[in-house]
T-cell receptor, first 108, second 123 residues
Framework: DIVLTQSPVTLSLSAGERATLSCRAS???????LAWYQEKPGQAPRLLIY???SRATGIPERFSGSGSGTDFTLTITRLEPEDFAVYYC?????????FGQGSKVEIK | QVQLVQSGAEVKKPGASVKVSCKAS????????MHWVRQAPGQRLEWVGL??????????AQKFQGRVIMTRDTSTGTAYMELNSLTSEDTAVYYC???FGPGPATLGWFDPWGQGTRVTVSS
């Protein structure tokens, strides 16, 4: 199984700052089939990015995804108050699909 | 809008079974595979299995084979996941999620997700 390791585990930032989250795979993710989700307490996970870099419908432009092979990045250019949450990456290029352990973006 | 609404929290004793429902709205239920994913406390999200709402065919993660049953009711647009022989290790939040993407049904990304159902297994 592909193991996804996210870093950092916790990122403390202020609103307006830039957040850079990493997702590293234990082996190459086929066709860069990687997604990112945002999760807030008591809410359903929300799709942000699929195909490593394609924004889902309705997702603001401040969210962007990049990377290929084993290294992927989610960038939030200017944090808004509603962006403080936990972020997960998920690969769907190799069976079984797997998830990272999550990165929490908290208010500094 | 597209929405998945799950049933409420459950508390079960070891050895019991639990059945979680997931009601879809805002789209044609039979058009998209439905997956189930769970997250135990302190653990990462884990894939449980999927159902094809069109014909009811299922694929389960090896870990849950023989213990999970996924069904659907096309008349109400509802998917169900039943997990048997519960142990404390099954304590988790269970999510249903609509699948997108190319390739086999066992792979893909998910949008949207249900709000989650907390299942607690305790004596």
């Amino acid at each position: 199984d592909i193991v996804l390791t996210q870093s950092p585990v916790t990122l403390s930032l202020s609103a307006g700052e830039r957040a850079t989250l990493s997702c590293r795979a234990s082996q190459s993710v086929q066709s860069n089939f990687l997604a990112w989700y945002q999760e807030k307490p008591g809410q359903a996970p929300r799709l942000l990015i699929y195909g490593a870099a394609s924004r889902a419908t309705g997702i603001p432009e401040r969210f962007s995804g990049s990377g290929s092979g084993t290294d992927f990045t989610l960038t939030i250019t200017r944090l808004e108050p509603e962006d403080f949450a936990v972020y997960y990456c998920q690969q769907y290029g190799n069976s079984p699909l797997t998830f990272g352990q999550g990165s929490k973006v908290e208010i500094k | 809008q597209v929405q998945l609404v799950q049933s409420g929290a459950e508390v079960k004793k070891p050895g019991a079974s639990v059945k979680v429902s997931c009601k879809a709205s805002g789209y044609t239920f039979t058009t998209y595979f439905m997956h189930w994913v769970r997250q135990a406390p302190g653990q990462r999200l884990e894939w449980v299995g999927l159902i094809n709402p069109y014909d009811g065919s299922t694929t389960y993660a090896q870990k849950f084979q023989g213990r999970v049953i996924m069904t659907r009711d096309t008349s109400t647009g509802t998917a169900y996941m039943e997990l048997n022989s519960l142990t404390s290790e099954d304590t988790a939040v269970y999510y249903c999620a609509r699948r997108f993407g190319p390739g086999p049904a066992t792979l893909g990304w998910f949008d949207p997700w249900g709000q989650g159902t907390r299942v607690t297994v305790s004596s």
